[in-house]
Nanobody
Framework: VQLVESGGGLVQAGGSLRLSCAAS????????VGWFRQAPGKEREFVAA????????YYADSVKGRFTISRDNAKNTVYLQMNSLKPEDTAIYYC????????????????WGQGTQVTVSS
């Protein structure tokens, strides 16, 4: 399985970005994709997740109401729409995939992308 993130960049506080996670290498009909982020000097944290089959969504409290996760099964791609961005959202964002049923907030996730940098200036 390969995961490729894109869409990161530099944005001012209050702005928006949409991250994409393009997946390949298996039939994406089971399991889930999660978005995680890691800021400098901090541990990696859960951001959001979506199941491939039903599209059930899960969010960290810190992003609920601002971020929206979605998927396009035909394109095997998961999106993270990030609105009302704050400087504290600055981090490297990673997507992760697991075909098995696992706790979406903690994993374990079997496959990870290389990450995309999101920087929010104040």
């Amino acid at each position: 399985v390969q995961l490729v993130e894109s869409g990161g960049g530099l944005v001012q506080a209050g702005g928006s970005l949409r991250l994409s996670c393009a997946a390949s290498g298996r039939t994406f009909s089971t399991g889930a994709v999660g978005w995680f982020r890691q800021a400098p000097g901090k541990e990696r944290e859960f951001v959001a997740a979506i199941t491939w089959s039903l599209g059930s969504t899960y969010y960290a409290d810190s992003v609920k109401g601002r971020f929206t996760i979605s998927r396009d099964n035909a394109k095997n791609t998961v999106y993270l729409q990030m609105n009302s961005l704050k400087p504290e959202d600055t981090a490297i964002y990673y997507c992760a995939d697991n075909a098995a049923i696992v706790p979406v907030r903690t994993g374990p996730y079997a496959y990870w992308g290389q990450g995309t940098q999101v920087t929010v200036s104040s």
